[in-house]
């Protein structure tokens, strides 16, 4: 399973950004599909993750301003990120759980992250 990110890049605060994901292979099933980020000097944080049709789950920190959505059928995920604050920059990276494909099951794959720098 290989997870292909995109949308990052450089934003003024209070803009928006849409980071995309999709899981490439023969994928039977994902459970949980979400985004994590990692700003300079700090440790990896949940943004946002959403298993199946249930309801989403969002870091205090960016509710209201950032909404994640998924498309079973096509193994994708984005993050619609309004409202843009500086604290938001980070390394964001793409992430999915108990994953079946025709290998077998997999607890997580990484993708590999997106910049998203918001300038003050």
């Known amino acids: 399973v290989q997870l292909q990110a995109s949308g990052g890049g450089l934003v003024q605060a209070g803009g928006s950004l849409r980071l995309s994901c999709t899981a490439s292979?023969?994928?039977?099933?994902?459970?949980?599909m979400g985004w994590y980020r990692q700003a300079p000097g700090k440790g990896r944080e949940l943004v946002a993750s959403?298993?199946?049709?249930?309801?989403?789950n969002y870091a205090d920190s960016v509710k209201g301003r950032f909404t994640i959505s998924r498309d079973n059928a096509k193994n994708t995920v984005w993050l619609q990120m309004n409202t843009l604050k500086p604290e938001d920059t980070a390394v964001y990276y793409c992430?999915?759980?108990?994953?079946?494909?025709?290998?077998?099951?997999?607890?997580?794959?990484w993708g590999h992250g997106t910049q998203v720098t918001v300038s003050s």
């Open positions: 292979g023969t994928i039977f099933s994902i459970g949980a």
């Open positions: 992430h999915t759980r108990h994953i079946v494909t025709d290998r077998g099951y997999d607890y997580e794959f």
């Open positions: 959403v298993i199946a049709d249930d309801e989403p």
